[in-house]
């Protein structure tokens, strides 16, 4: 392997591992305070247990996922030094504001959340979680502002004497056509996700812990049907998205379909194709027809363009690619088999979680009491299902515009550091690997004894609205 293959394997084991923590914070952070919120407006002392439960979780999720941010800024200086310098005038501005703005405002709410139970008026407390899950939404519109100008370049102009792409419209940057749907499909999923962790975690709980069975019915039920009502919001968008994608990137699409040749009227949708080892045509395939127009262009007899007639279409537009060594010089199709079937496995492991989150209400409507089977299973499989899904949509969405690491501007082969060695790139991914493996084993012990512990026995905590507390009380660590 080269120091181009080696980079590869560690931006996607750093990009995969880091995205598992993304949307549970994100769809977390809205499920604790609503959880509060609940119980401030009910005065149920269920869902202050089940606010204090679930925000261990979050906070466990929430440390983790900055450590592994972290390491993935440092990764473009180390192995993709070349792309930076590129991009970094466009990006500078919306990564410095969300770092400035949106992280700080996360970590500082989340701060007052954690000590100020003694010390902030309930109302005022519950605020700051809000705030907290507003932040988030902030940090993920910024950063997705900036993937989706790798998608889809606008708001700049090409400087030749720096060799480098310059800012010139920073509100075409953040109103991206690109971004306009892909951040309400990364959110819907965020909120789909966390929904099914909370209703899983329920479901294991309840059938462990019968003295706390109606405490975790409660978190059944709204977990799956935010997972639901979520997953309808995913569909939607995604529905969107692939429009988008058909105009902007038809050949992300035409290589997630498996279609090699241009269908000007009823593009048949691939359920399950098989090419030929170079990838250059079909040999077997099962279609459902008409479909792929629909999903691309809004109609059954919109043109759909294929990977063939594109890839003549990208030579001639951008000529060879010299130097290419993962790729075919000037062969500008992504690896059709990943992008074919991690399309797939997003979409199907999404619509398994979906039909599972209805089955969860199902089980449980009118105060029933599944088996225990039933609940262990949905448990345990609907988070994994999501994350899964999560994990295979990034893939599709940035192998399917390979070899593009800026769509139409500059290839993955020309992004990668020029100065590395392939000694030291490949003992950066041995040594993140091995650091992101111990965080994992800390990760999932912490989660797993947080969770076998249960939610932990009602306490009133003091209210300082109605002067429940001592003046000179010290800032309490509520966990």
Known sequence: MDVLDIARI?????????????????????????????????????????????????????????????????????????????????????????????????????????????????????????IVHLGTLASSYFILAANSWMQ???????????????????????????????????????????????????????????????????????????????????????????????????????????????????????????????????????????LLSFLGTGSFDGKVQGINDLREEYRETYGQDPGATYYTPGDYTPVIPITYWTFRFMIGLGLVAAAGSALLLWLTRRGRTPSARWLGTLGIGLPLALLGASSFGWIFTEMGRQPWAVFGLMTTEQAVSPGVSVAEAATSLVVLTLVYAVLAVIEVRLLATTIQHGADPFVEPPDPALGDRADDAPLAFAY
Not at 98 to 127: M, Q, V
């Open 10 to 130: 560690q931006f996607g084991v750093i990009t995969v591992y880091h995205f598992l923590f993304v949307p549970l914070t994100i769809g977390g952070t809205a499920l604790v305070a609503l959880l509060e919120t609940l119980w401030l407006r009910t005065g149920n002392r269920d869902y202050l247990r089940l606010t204090k439960f679930f925000a261990k979780l979050l906070l466990i999720n929430f440390a983790i996922g900055v450590v592994t941010g972290i390491v993935q800024e440092f990764q473009f200086g180390m192995n993709w030094s070349d792309y930076s310098r590129f991009v970094g005038d466009v990006f500078g501005a919306p990564l410095a504001i969300e770092g400035l703005l949106a992280f700080f405002l996360e970590s500082t709410f989340l701060g007052l959340w954690i000590f100020g139970w003694d010390k902030l008026p309930r109302g005022l407390h519950n605020a700051c979680m809000w």
């Open 152 to 290: 889809n370049p606008v708001g700049y102009r090409f400087n030749p004497e720096s060799g480098r792409a310059e800012l010139v419209d920073f509100a075409a940057v953040m109103f991206n056509e690109v971004q306009l749907v892909t951040f309400p499909h990364v959110i819907a999923a965020a909120y789909m996700t966390a929904g099914a962790a909370m209703a899983g975690v329920s479901a294991w709980l309840f059938v462990r812990r019968s003295a706390d069975r109606e405490l975790y019915r409660r978190t059944i039920r709204l977990g799956a049907a935010i997972a639901l009502l979520a997953g309808l919001g995913v569909a939607v968008s995604g529905d969107v998205q692939g429009k988008i994608m058909t105009d902007v990137q038809p050949m992300k699409m035409a290589a997630a379909e498996g279609l090699y040749e241009t269908a000007e009227t009823c593009a048949p949708f691939s359920v399950f194709t098989v090419g030929t080892p170079d990838g250059k045509r079909e040999k077997f395939a099962v279609t459902v027809p008409c």
